[in-house]
């Protein structure tokens, strides 16, 4: 694919389309259509064995989808992008294409929930074993690769607790083994981390949180390798289906333009709330990436632009006083997801990775006292005067 020179925040609104193509109209236009006629019998014939460009049935492309999947990759920095109904599409879509029965996945030791189940999965299922690694150093990663070993999977910052892992360094033990390395960026967005220029090899977004932004889509974005994707794209995508909607990628075209400037605010606001929280009595301990005090800052240094927009905190009371906190807010929103307008606050335990085995869980560091606050863009001192308060009347 054709870079295009650009800067980041240029790229958002601009690559991947031309208004001349489609009769001046500015912004990208919703071909909201399942399928495509051809002119002729033969042109049918030739559509079909790939003889001749152009659309067929919108499962297997859609020329929205095509503008979203040009720009994701463009911003990734990658070769070509994918769009999927939602993250989990695109999460099983990748693992399915890169394992066989009895092959192994070596995955970070915190992990998306409902990634958990899907490893559980196929592991009951397909006999797909995994195992899990804190990914610290290159020795702890060696140990626990197999011969059957086919995919490393890594969440950074790990969700909730915001661990992060040196991408750049396990990129250079896969190429040892020639593992291909997976990524899931949606914490950091494409504007504060960038897998593939780190050595990784797919990078996967749910694009139900920044990237869309509004808390208004469930969709799923990939972007990695030509070959590989090609691949993807015409088995795992093609044949089981979980393609996006051309409204759903019109809408992610919308949420796209202003990726840069809400991510700004909302690492803004979460430096200040960090602030705030680091002197309350009533806080034991504090997670996100770039405070100074984070055991992993050194890798924030290194790979994200910023800290981001999510915090987790752990507070100094019981599970029942970590569920009054939620009940005792006045207008900060009960809700999992993040990376919407509106700030969102969550009890992991109980909620998000409520599915997770009790022991597994604590082994990820997701105790009942822990709280997960994804920072919105309203101004950062109404948010704090409702956490301040809600703190206060524990
Ligand atoms: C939300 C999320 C997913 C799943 O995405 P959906 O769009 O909800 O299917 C996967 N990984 C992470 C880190 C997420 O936050």
Not at 124 to 131: G, Q, S, V, W
Not at 236 to 242: H, L, P, R, V
Request: charged share 25%; glycine share 8%.
């Amino acid at each position: 694919m054709v870079r295009n020179n650009k800067r980041f925040e240029t790229s958002v609104i601009h690559h991947g389309y031309d208004a001349k193509d489609m009769l001046g109209s500015l912004t990208t236009p919703l071909f909201q259509t399942s399928t495509y006629t051809f002119e002729s019998a033969e042109q049918g014939e030739c559509r079909f064995a790939g003889e001749e460009d152009g659309y067929i049935y919108s499962r297997l492309g859609n020329p929205t989808v095509t503008v979203l999947e040009e720009r994701i990759a463009e911003l990734e920095k990658g070769e070509r992008g994918l769009a999927f109904g939602s993250g989990m599409a695109a999460v099983s879509a990748i693992l399915i294409a890169l394992t066989k029965a009895n092959d192994h996945i070596l995955c970070s030791s915190g992990l998306y929930g409902c990634t958990f189940g899907l490893l559980t999965m196929m592991k009951e299922k397909y006999n797909i074993d995994h195992d899990f690694s804190e990914m610290a150093t290159k020795e702890e990663i060696r140990d626990l690769i197999r011969p059957e070993t086919t995919c490393i999977y890594v969440e950074t910052p790990i969700n909730p607790t915001m661990k992060l892992i040196d991408l750049k360094m396990v990129s250079e033990v896969a190429k040892e083994y020639g593992i291909p390395v997976v990524v899931d960026n949606t914490f950091s967005s494409p504007y504060l981390q960038q897998p593939l220029e780190l050595g990784c090899d797919v990078v996967i977004h749910s694009a139900t949180k920044y990237i869309g932004g509004h808390g208004d889509v469930i969709a799923g974005l990939v972007v990695g390798k030509k070959d590989f994707l090609d691949e993807v794209a015409m088995t795992t995508q093609k044949d089981i289906g979980g393609v996006i909607s051309p409204f759903d990628a019109w809408l992610l075209l919308r949420g796209l333009k202003t990726l840069p400037i809400r991510l700004d605010r909302h690492c803004d606001n979460a430096e200040e709330i960090v602030k705030r929280l680091k002197t309350h009595p009533k806080i034991a301990n504090i997670y996100y990436p770039n405070d100074t005090s984070n055991p992993d800052y050194a890798i924030k240094e290194k790979q994200m632009k910023r800290g981001g927009g999510v915090i987790s905190f752990e507070i100094d009371g019981s599970k029942e006083d970590a569920q009054q906190l939620l009940n005792n807010l006045s207008f900060l929103k009960i809700a999992v997801s993040l990376g919407d307008a509106e700030t969102l606050i969550e009890h992991p335990a109980t909620m998000t990775h409520a599915v997770v085995p009790e022991d597994s869980r604590l082994k990820m560091g997701i105790t009942d006292q822990l709280i997960r606050l994804s920072v919105g863009l309203e101004a950062w001192e109404d948010i704090w005067e409702d956490l301040e308060n809600a703190l206060n009347q524990l």
